[in-house]
């Protein structure tokens, strides 16, 4: 039981940690637009920070539940109620959101990197790029994240 507590404490912590530094991220990055001061590396920052924060609400939400129903069950109990959950609305959603979260921050790296890749290669060319591309890139990256997570799952 002790261990479990410190794993518990663990996961929320670290989910914690997750969520803070991407939300503050995420701040710097809008007051940044706000004051016209945004970069193009500014506004990737910030759609990474949103995805990333994705993922952190699964050690602070499922994991406690988890843990909180699986210390009060017997070996029988928790196996009913894991077939209980299986298929469940809770499940999809938990699945699809975390899924998500970290899809889209592999297609976010990714996309940076192309992006650095082409600012090294073609500077010239990298300049006049605007900042409607950046968004239609990063908008691109979400989109192909969703239909990968909703492709997986049916």
């Not at 794993?7 to 940044?32: D, E, K, Q």
């Not at 990298?126 to 691109?140: E, P």
């Not at 994240?145 to 492709?151: D, P, Q």
Request: charge should be positive; proline fraction near 3%.
């Amino acid at each position: 039981m002790a261990g479990g507590a410190v794993i518990l404490l663990l996961a929320v912590s670290l989910g914690l940690a997750i969520l803070t530094a991407n939300a503050l991220t995420m701040l710097v990055g809008i007051r940044r637009c706000r004051r016209g001061k945004a970069n193009k590396l500014d506004i990737c920052r910030s759609s990474l920070a949103l995805a990333d924060a994705l993922t952190s609400v699964q050690p602070l939400v499922v994991v406690p539940y988890n843990f909180s129903w699986s210390m009060n069950m017997m070996p029988e109990e928790l196996d009913k109620m894991r077939l209980a959950l299986r298929g469940s609305p809770q499940a999809y959603v938990g699945g699809i959101s975390y899924l998500l979260g970290i899809t889209a921050s592999m297609n976010h790296l990714a996309y940076m990197a192309i992006e650095r890749f082409y600012a090294v290669a073609k500077p010239f060319n990298y300049r006049w790029q605007s900042k409607k591309s950046v968004y239609v890139g990063l908008a691109m990256t979400w989109i192909l994240s969703a239909i990968a997570i909703f492709l997986s799952k049916f």
